[in-house]
């Protein structure tokens, strides 16, 4: 699956999130979506096929990996499941909306395997900030590791 783009979206007045036609088709219409706290202040929205790629993922991290413990800790002990109505909308759940710190506008982008849900004003910021350091960002993601 590859999940792209910027959508730009508004919740309404009981955290209802509309996805965008395009990204329901690259999900496959899904019934169900897992909201889950991800890092820098947003969520992460995955499909079921993909939480249980992460979680295999993590499977691999022995039980006595301190940080790895957390991290299930948080992440899954957080993680909710939505469903998806006929007419394409999701509940954002409010313990993670203010998590998130979401308001009326948001951002939802396709992160390759998972979408994330940003406060606007939150990813206007982060993208300012960061946009300036995409050139090398960029070269050290490419760059293999362990040389």
Not at 93 to 107: D, I, K, Q
């Amino acid at each position: 699956m590859l999940l792209t783009g910027t959508h730009r979206r508004a919740l309404d007045d009981k955290k209802r999130l509309t996805l965008p036609k395009k990204v329901r088709e690259v999900l496959g219409e899904p019934v169900v979506l897992y909201i889950a706290p991800g890092p820098d202040k947003c969520l992460w929205v995955h499909t079921e096929r993909e939480l249980e790629r992460l979680a295999s993922r993590l499977d691999e991290r022995p039980a006595t990996d301190s940080e790895a413990r957390v991290f299930r800790r948080l992440y899954f002990g957080q993680t909710e499941l939505v469903e998806v109505d006929k007419a394409g909308r999701i509940l954002v759940p409010e313990r993670l909306a203010h998590l998130a710190g979401l308001t009326g506008e948001v951002v939802l982008l396709g992160v390759r395997d998972h979408l994330e849900l940003w406060d606007a004003g939150h990813w206007d910021r982060y993208r300012s900030e960061n946009e300036p350091r995409f050139d090398s960002v960029a070269q050290e993601a490419f760059e293999p590791k362990g040389l």
